[in-house]
């Protein structure tokens, strides 16, 4: 089973980012909690786009994996344990902190991949459930803000698990 990901990189994001920006953030989460029934054990791959200014504020992908497992494992959602294996479910985090005249442009989005068939037959894997956001964070205010994202995001797919497990 073969898998590809793209990550646009954000560049010259000073002069596509406005003023406005800087305070609103967005936010999207989907598709249907469905997808969530039954989940089994999930892995975490992290994927962060090369930044040493905010690796030297802390931000770098064992701060981001520690944060997502601390946080499923609060969340009663089980981690997998061993080798990876590219057939089971694994949350995907994708984050790039672009630095920008007022601190970071911070792009991050999670997504569950799970098998599906196609009609085909073929196994695949799919995105079945996700969550992104986007903004603007101070500098100084860079770990935290990718932190409460973090937790945020993740705090509602364990309430979306939960209400697709409830009998």
Same mark, same amino acid.
């Given at each position: 089973?073969? &898998?590809?990901?793209? #990550?646009v990189? #954000?560049?010259?994001m000073a002069?596509?980012?406005? !003023?406005?920006?800087? *305070? @609103? @953030? /967005?936010?999207?989460? +989907?598709?249907?909690? @469905?997808?969530? &029934?039954?989940?089994? !054990?999930?892995?975490?791959?992290?994927? #962060?786009? &090369?930044?040493?200014?905010?690796?030297?504020? +802390?931000?770098?992908?064992?701060?981001?994996?520690?944060t997502?497992?601390?946080?499923?494992?609060q $969340?009663?959602?089980?981690? !997998?344990?061993?080798?990876? =294996?590219?057939?089971?479910?694994?949350?995907?985090?994708? $984050?790039?902190p672009? &630095?920008? *005249?007022? +601190?970071?442009a911070?792009?991050?989005?999670?997504?569950l991949?799970?098998?599906? =068939?196609l009609?085909? +037959? %073929? /196994?695949?894997?799919?995105a *079945?459930?996700?969550? %992104?956001?986007?903004?603007?964070? /101070?500098?100084?205010?860079?770990?935290?803000?990718?932190?409460?994202? $973090?937790?945020?995001?993740?705090?509602? $797919?364990? /309430?979306?698990?939960?209400? !697709?497990? %409830?009998?």
């Amino acid at each position: 089973m073969r &898998r590809r990901m793209a #990550m646009v990189a #954000m560049t010259g994001m000073a002069g596509v980012v406005g !003023a406005s920006l800087a *305070t @609103a @953030a /967005t936010a999207q989460v +989907g598709p249907s909690q @469905a997808a969530l &029934r039954d989940l089994g !054990a999930v892995r975490v791959e992290i994927e #962060m786009a &090369r930044n040493p200014g905010a690796a030297r504020r +802390g931000v770098d992908p064992d701060y981001v994996r520690d944060t997502v497992e601390r946080r499923v494992d609060q $969340l009663d959602l089980e981690l !997998a344990q061993g080798e990876a =294996t590219d057939d089971g479910p694994y949350l995907s985090i994708l $984050l790039n902190p672009a &630095r920008v *005249t007022d +601190g970071f442009a911070v792009d991050l989005s999670i997504r569950l991949f799970q098998p599906a =068939t196609l009609a085909n +037959g %073929e /196994t695949v894997m799919a995105a *079945t459930w996700h969550a %992104e956001s986007f903004e603007v964070s /101070t500098a100084e205010n860079l770990q935290d803000y990718v932190r409460n994202v $973090l937790q945020a995001h993740l705090e509602t $797919l364990g /309430t979306d698990h939960r209400a !697709a497990n %409830e009998p």
